[in-house]
Every structure is written in C-alpha cells, then in structure tokens.
C-alpha cells in the first residue's frame, strides 16, 4: 500500500496549535501582555475594541525586535527565550514555547510595529492568516506595538463559539487583573471600546491591588510573610469578616506566573476554617518563590498549571503561614457571630452554639424592621405579591404577628389559587400540613401524599414574583430613611450598573456615585434593609459566576438571584399559617413543579404506591 503519512504544512499547524492556545480573545490578550513583560517593557498600555472580537492591541515601551526578529517571531518554536531543554528548568521569562505569534498571526489579522532603541527606523508586518501581506520600515517609538483584528475571522465555528461581549470582556479583565497584580513594578493601562478602565501605576503590592479592587479593599488585608528554603511567600490574604460568596479574588502567583492550584486553594481554605461563614470563600493575593528547578510550567499549552516537585511541604508551610497571619493580627479572636453572621448560620448550627459564641437566638434573619415595610391597604392592591412576600418574610416560628395579618394575606391569595384546585395535584381545602425536619412540608392530595421542599419551593415563589415585578415594572420601593452607602468595586458597579433598569423594575433605588460607592435610597418591599447589601454581593457572585450560554438573561439571572437569597433557607421552622401559605402560594405559580434552577420542589406518591409498599 502506498504511503499516506505527510507533513502538515505550517499553516496548518499553526491553526492546530492556536487551537490549544488561543480559546478566546482573553489568551490573547494574556500573551501579548507577558510578550511585552518578557520585553522588559515599563509601561503597557491594553486597547480594546468589541470585547477583542474587534482589536486586541498592546503597546509596550520594551527592548523591541530587529526586522529580521520580528520576521521570525510569527514562525513556530521560534523564540528568544530559551536555547535547551534544559533552560525549561531555569525559566525566568513568561513565555518560552514560541508558538503564542505563530498560533495568533495563523487566525486573525496581524499588525506588528516594533522598534529597538538603537535603531532610527523601525519595522512595520501585516499578517493575515499565517501569510505575510507587507513588511515595511517605518518611524515608531521605541517598543512593540501588536494589534490583532478580527480573531478567528478563518474559523466560523470558534467565532460563533464565542460568548457575548460582557462575558468575553471579563475574561479579558480577568487576565488583565492576573497579569498587573503579579507585576507591581510595571505601569499599566486598560481601554475597552475608547474608556480607560484601569490606569495602574508603578507602586507596591499593596497599591496595586488597591488599585484594581477599590480602596475599601485596603483596610481588609492581612500581609502574609514567610521565607523557607523550600519557598519565600509574600502578599496578603482578606480578612475573614470580608470573604466573599464568590472566588473571585483568589491569585497565586507562581514566580510571578498566575497559576491555578486546587491544592493550594485548599491549603488556604484549611487556614481559614472555622472563620467563614457557611459558602464564603478567603480571598488571597500570594506570590510564590520557589527555585525554578522545583517546578515544571511546561504541562499546559496556557502555562496556568504547574507540577510542583513537593507539593505536600508547600501545602504545609501555605497553611502554616496563613494561620500566623490570621493569629498575628488578632482575627481569629476578634470574630465573632455577629448579628449579620446569623444570616448565613443554618438553623442546627446555632443550636450547636457554644457558650463563648454570643449568638442572639431570638434573632430571625427574614425578621424585618416592621416600621420599614409599609401594611397599608393601598400597598395591597398596588402589589399584593411584594406585599404579601413582605409579611412572609417577616415571620418567625415563634410568630408574633397578629390573625389577622394572615388573614388579609390568605384573601390575597385565593383568587390566585382557586382554579388550582380542580387539579388533581392540588391540595385539598383544609387539609393539614406538617413539617419534616425543617426542610420539607407533608400535605395530602386526593390521591395520595405531597412532599414540599421548602427551599425550593419558596425560590420558586419569588423567583416568579421578581420576574414579573422585572417585566412588568411595577415592583413597589419602600423608600429608605436614610440611604445605604455600600463600597464595590469598580468592576462590581460596573455588573450593577449593567443591572440597573432590570434592578430598578425590582424596587431598588440607586445612585452610583463614583468613588466606588453605591448608594441606595429605596429597596423592594420584600426586602430587609439589613439584606440589601448580602443580596447585592450574592447577585454580583452570580453573575461573575455564570457560566453564560446563548440563553443568558440579564433578567433571569437578577430574579434567580434574589430568589435565591431572599428565599427561606432548609432548616428554618415554619408555623402552620406559614406551612399553608407556602404551599398555596407555589400552587398559584405558572411552573410550580421546579425551581428556578430547574430541580423538583414537590413529589407525590399516590395511595396505590403506599399501599405496595405494605405488601
Ligand atoms: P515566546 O514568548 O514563547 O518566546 P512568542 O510567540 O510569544 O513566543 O514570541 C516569539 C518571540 O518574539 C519572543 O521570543 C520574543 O523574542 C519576540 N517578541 C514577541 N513579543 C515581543 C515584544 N512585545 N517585544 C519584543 N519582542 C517580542
Ligand atoms: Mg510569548
């Protein structure tokens, strides 16, 4: 038979290789950026157009390349940064594949301008799709400048793959973030679609992640010093009173290499435990040194994952040393469950509390402050859902609310649920309801036996409430006596910002002020005052979270959102009115059978399925 193995031309391999390389316009932007460090640039400045569906461009002050460099550069394995296979153990440059201008210059259009210091001139290259358009002298300052337009403009299918552009710039933002934390020496700048972002001068660790996470980070770090033979470390770690429901700032740099490690996370973690409320994750800004020997950066195209030759004395020695800080600077002593960690405490934790634990057990988290929420008959008719929700939420088990309260509330609900009850599933009129286990409520329907969770069942609920309150905008806002200033980030008021129309339809009232500070002068009425700010920090998690699809809505995402938070918690006892009340209110919703995350809220078991099981 004949022969039928052949060579791949380079273009080809080229786009192979890009494969691994570039997944997104956020690879490119991570590489171009760590060209420009390897360059020893001292100012790097990042443009951006369309989420970099547009351009990605990056203009450094670096060592620039000679025209015969710069020709080679876009070639494969070509690189100036290692000689021998050896050299993979001694790296001190980011990159060292050679394969990051070829993989990019094979998919987009290419432009490169690049001139050394020496020189008068400098060199200017098209390349479109691994081929060389033009290569030009031309007068540029000292530096590289690269500009990629139009990525994957050769493969249909990686474009379409692409996600919208919110989500593409925070994966750019992301990268951004990663590679200015681990270089505070360097002054960088970031513009997206013509607006700077991020203007970050030269400055120490500390300033530098002041300076991407806004100033109120300042007061919550934790400095973490530490120098072994087997590893120095150096950065901080956030306080565990500001841990956050999202991962979102957790780095570790790795020789100043951003690397993602499980194992280390959880050596962080272990350091933490017993600090964090339940679903709160430590953030941390850790720079690792090792010797370059110890490790191997070459077992992932992105560079993002290392093999350590000791993992286990690294863990031992993170954990240690976090610890010290935390113990150092008194935090472990000072927390204590306050008020607001109630919040997140389920129910048998603080059953389980101990003496030195103040916790105040008459404290209900739904409780609101009854003067903030308005029982006036106009507000019924104006949104009885809200209102009827307010009162919901502002029950507690030992309930001291009056009959009569619920008694408006029922007559509220019964137009809603009348029609229900000619299903064969819906509960028949006055049957009792009982309470499993905090988590579940048992009722009876004609043919047999309903099991309500009641989590679920109350996200559900509300979740129905906010979309509608959103669609129709008529969410009802109890104005606030004194408007709330609560600190975000830049990038936080940045998700919120994209929220506002959708939050305002809720009921919120804001005013972004600059100087990351959100002020907010009305809520929902189904909202607690005391939630307002956990409810935001939850929505801004779920959002950097989301893993978006073509489905993604804005919209559902914020009535998820708040359902989720606001929604009674497994765990919580519930009254007899309360018990009724959940389950006629689920049976008034249009998709009473699944959460907002599409998991069962009920099942049913007929009489005939109970009476097989007594065979
Ligand atoms: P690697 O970074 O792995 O060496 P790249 O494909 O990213 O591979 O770059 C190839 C070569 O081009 C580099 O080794 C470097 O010599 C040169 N180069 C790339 N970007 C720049 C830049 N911004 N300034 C100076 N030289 C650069
Ligand atoms: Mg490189």
Redesign the pocket.
């Known amino acids: 038979m004949a022969d039928i193995i052949q060579l791949l031309p380079d273009h080809v391999a080229n786009q192979i290789a890009a494969g691994e390389v570039v997944q997104r316009p956020a690879s490119v932007v991570k590489?171009l950026l760590e060209?420009?460090i390897?360059?020893g640039a001292t100012t790097i400045k990042l443009i951006i157009k369309d989420a970099g569906k547009t351009l990605i461009q990056v203009i450094?002050d670096?060592?620039?390349?000679s025209d015969t460099?710069a020709r080679l550069?876009f070639e494969r394995h070509?690189?100036?940064?290692i000689r021998s296979a050896d050299d993979l153990f001694q790296l001190h440059t980011k990159?060292?594949?050679?394969?990051?201008?070829?993989s990019i210059a094979a998919i987009a259009h290419v432009e490169l301008k690049?001139k050394q210091a020496q020189d008068e001139i400098g060199t200017c290259i098209v390349i479109e799709g691994s081929k060389v358009v033009s290569q030009e002298v031309i007068v540029t300052p000292k530096g590289?400048s690269?500009s990629v337009k139009n990525l994957f403009f050769n493969i249909p299918a990686r474009r379409n793959f692409l996600k919208s552009n919110p989500v593409e710039t925070r994966h750019i933002i992301d990268e951004f973030h990663r590679v200015s934390l681990a270089h505070p020496s360097i002054c960088f700048s970031c513009f997206h679609n013509g607006s700077e972002q991020f203007n970050l001068p030269i400055s120490n660790y500390r300033q530098r992640i002041v300076a991407i996470f806004g100033s109120k980070t300042n007061e919550k770090l934790v400095p973490v010093e530490e120098s072994t033979e087997v590893v120095k470390i150096s950065g901080f770690v956030g306080k565990p009173e500001y841990a956050k429901k999202s991962r979102g700032e957790q780095f570790f740099f790795v020789n100043n290499r951003f690397i993602k490690s499980a194992y280390l996370n959880h050596a962080i973690s272990s350091a933490f435990e017993g600090l964090l409320k339940e679903g709160a994750h430590a953030s941390y800004f850790l720079n690792l040194t090792v010797n370059p020997q110890t490790i191997d950066i070459n077992i992932h195209p992105t560079k993002t994952e290392i093999k350590f030759d000791d993992e286990h004395t690294l863990y031992a020695i993170l954990r240690a040393s976090v610890k010290h800080s935390l113990g150092q600077f008194n935090i472990a002593p000072v927390l204590d469950f306050e008020r607001d960690s109630n919040l997140d405490t389920p129910y048998n934790y603080k059953q389980k509390a101990t003496p030195s634990i103040a916790v105040d057990s008459g404290f209900n988290p739904f409780k609101e402050d009854e003067k903030t929420v308005p029982h006036t008959a106009s507000n019924y008719k104006k949104a009885p859902a809200a209102t009827w929700e307010s009162l919901y939420v502002g029950l507690e088990s030992k309930s001291t609310k009056s009959k009569t309260d619920f008694d408006e509330v029922h007559f509220e609900s019964e137009p809603e649920t009348t029609s229900v009850f000619n299903d064969s599933k819906a509960i028949e009129e006055k049957q009792p309801t009982y309470q499993l286990h905090n988590k579940y409520i048992i009722s009876t329907i004609k043919s047999g036996m309903l099991v309500i969770n009641q989590k679920r069942a109350h996200q559900r609920i509300l979740y129905e409430d906010f979309l509608q309150h959103i669609t129709v905008k008529e969410g009802v806002s109890q104005q606030l006596l004194f408007p709330l200033s609560l600190p975000f980030s830049q990038q936080e008021l940045e998700i919120i910002r994209q929220l506002k129309n959708d939050l305002e339809h809720t009921g919120f009232v804001f005013n972004l002020l600059k100087d990351e500070v959100l002020e907010i002068s009305g809520v929902p009425v189904s909202v607690p005052e005391s939630e307002v700010a956990i409810i935001l920090e939850q929505l801004i998690a779920d959002v950097q979270n989301e893993v978006p699809d073509s489905h993604f809505s804005a919209t559902d995402l914020l009535a998820k959102s708040m359902a989720k938070s606001l929604a009674i918690k497994t765990g919580q006892s519930l009254s007899k009115e309360e018990q009724e009340h959940l389950v006629n209110r689920l049976f008034a919703c249009k998709a009473p059978s699944v959460s907002p995350t599409n998991r069962l809220t009920f099942i049913t078991m007929s009489i005939d399925e109970l009476e097989k099981k007594f065979v």
């Open positions: 590489e060209n420009a390897d360059a450094d670096g060592k620039g390349m460099d550069s070509a690189t100036s940064k990159g060292f594949r050679g394969e990051a201008l070829a690049t590289t690269i």
